[in-house]
C-alpha cells in the first residue's frame, strides 16, 4: 500500500491545503493529513477542533484519515509507514525551506518528499494571513473549504 502523509499545523486548514490533499489522492492508496501538536506554539483552534473540521471536509473519501502527533514528522511517517512526506509549495522561500527539511528526513529517516506546487490562484493563501483576517474580524470565508 502507498501512503502519504501530508503534515502541518492547520491552523487553519485553507482552500490550498485542499488542493494539495486533492491533487495529491490520484497518487497514493491512502492519505494520512496529520496535523503537528507543538505545546510551545498558541493555536487559534484546539486541536480537536482543526481534526473535527478535516474530519468533516473529507468524510466522503475514506482513502484520507485524520491524525494527530508531537513527535518529528519523520519518526511519524514512519510509525504510519508512509513511502512521502507531502508538502505544499507557494514559493521560493517555501522551495528552500522544504528542500532543507526533506534532505533532513530522508538523511535521518529514508523518507522522500513530494513536493507539489500552490495553484495559482492559492499561492497567496497561508494560515498565517487566513489568522490575521479573523484576527481583525475580517471575513476569511473565501480561504476555507
Not at 508538502?87 to 522561500?93: D, E, I, L
Not at 494560515?127 to 484576527?135: C, M
Request: a negative charge.
Amino acid at each position: 500500500m502507498r501512503i502519504g502523509i501530508f503534515v502541518g499545523s492547520f491552523d487553519p486548514f485553507t482552500i490550498g491545503h485542499d488542493s494539495i490533499v486533492r491533487r495529491a489522492l490520484p497518487l497514493f492508496d491512502r492519505i494520512i493529513i496529520g496535523i503537528g501538536v507543538n505545546e510551545r506554539k498558541q493555536y487559534m483552534q484546539s486541536t480537536e477542533e482543526r481534526k473535527q473540521k478535516i474530519e468533516d471536509l473529507y468524510k466522503d473519501e475514506p482513502r484520507i484519515v485524520v491524525k494527530t502527533y508531537s513527535d518529528l514528522t519523520v519518526d511519524f511517517a514512519r510509525r504510519e509507514q508512509a513511502c512521502f512526506i507531502i508538502k505544499g509549495v507557494r514559493s521560493v522561500k517555501d522551495f528552500e525551506y522544504e528542500r532543507e527539511q526533506a534532505d533532513i528526513n530522508r538523511q535521518i529517516g529514508g523518507v522522500e518528499t513530494l513536493l507539489l506546487y500552490a495553484e495559482p490562484q492559492h499561492a497567496s493563501v497561508s494560515s498565517g494571513a487566513v489568522r490575521e483576517l479573523v484576527h481583525f474580524g475580517k471575513d476569511a470565508s473565501e480561504f476555507l473549504p
